[in-house]
């Protein structure tokens, strides 16, 4: 009974992390190379209700292969601990139940984001985060037919629990640290810090109607992008307000999804330095 309680709490623990990342969306954004990765994800826009719809998309490479990387990936690796630990709690537990359990985890985590309206509801995120759950459940099995002492089995999944936890507090105190340095001065591009890395980014901001801006594309075709309140713009001084922009400006787009009539809708707007040759 103690062995299972203690399981309990650390489910509950866990499950309060997962909250906090899935439900509140409450991630930092980071600087990887040159670009400032949003792993947040979109609050705004239609719900996504056909299945594979969005991984398809992801998949394509459609919303940038990074992007999809960890949107996909992200989804899986973050719910197998739940998936080791439930086992744990519940020994009865066999995989008929646990494909039950694990769609109504997903479909509770989508739907209190759209209660809170803190979030938007897409099927693709129940099914990722099912996967991760059986993933989990399935490797407990192999553990379980493979190590049978029950102590050595929960050393080894709070062990792998550990390393899970550890590499989220090593993420936050990343990008802590980020957004604790001070903001960079202008100097030439050639000593680095182009939020676009040199690329001159998507293209050119042809026009600005608030809320929507149309980027110029090198093709010649407009690309049009919706900013919202938890659009993050940024140059490479730092983070700016949409009234900084300017058109002409060139502009790389993260973005997730569209909205009902068609535009993209920005997670983070970075303005490019190609227009002027110094830093802006």
């Not at 009974?1 to 906090?20: E, F, G, H, P, T």
């Not at 100097?187 to 680095?192: E, K, T």
Request: proline share 4%; charged share 15%; hydrophobic share 50%.
């Amino acid at each position: 009974m103690n062995k299972r309680l203690l399981s309990l709490i650390i489910l509950v623990i866990y499950s309060a992390i997962l909250i906090k990342i899935m439900v509140f969306k409450d991630v930092p954004m980071i600087l990887i190379g040159h670009i400032m990765i949003n792993f947040g994800g979109t609050q705004t826009g239609p719900a996504n209700l056909l299945p594979f719809r969005t991984i398809l998309a992801y998949l394509l490479g459609e919303k940038g292969l990074m992007i999809g990387g960890i949107n996909l990936i992200g989804n899986i690796i973050l719910l197998i601990p739940m998936g080791l630990l439930l086992p744990l709690v519940f020994p009865k537990l066999n995989w008929k139940k646990t494909i039950v359990l694990a769609a109504a985890i997903g479909f509770s985590i989508e739907g209190i984001q759209v209660l809170l309206q803190v979030g938007i509801f897409d099927i693709d995120d129940v099914i990722l985060n099912g996967l991760g759950i059986v993933a989990g459940y399935w490797g407990y099995q192999i553990l379980e037919k493979y190590v049978p002492s029950w102590r050595a089995r929960y050393a080894a999944v709070t062990g792998m629990l550990i390393l899970v936890v550890l590499s989220v507090v090593a993420f936050y105190a990343i990008a802590a640290y980020q957004g604790s340095q001070p903001m960079q001065k202008l100097r030439p591009v050639a000593q680095g810090g182009d939020p676009c890395g040199g690329t001159g980014g998507l293209g050119a901001i042809a026009s600005i109607e608030n809320p929507i801006i149309k980027i110029k594309k090198g093709d010649g075709t407009i690309e049009r992008v919706k900013l919202t309140k938890q659009t993050t713009i940024r140059n490479s001084a730092g983070t700016i307000s949409a009234s900084d922009l300017r058109i002409g400006d060139r502009a790389t787009i993260v973005t997730f999804e569209s909205d009902e009539d068609g535009n993209k809708i920005a997670a983070v707007v970075l303005v490019c330095n190609e227009q002027t040759g110094v830093l802006r």
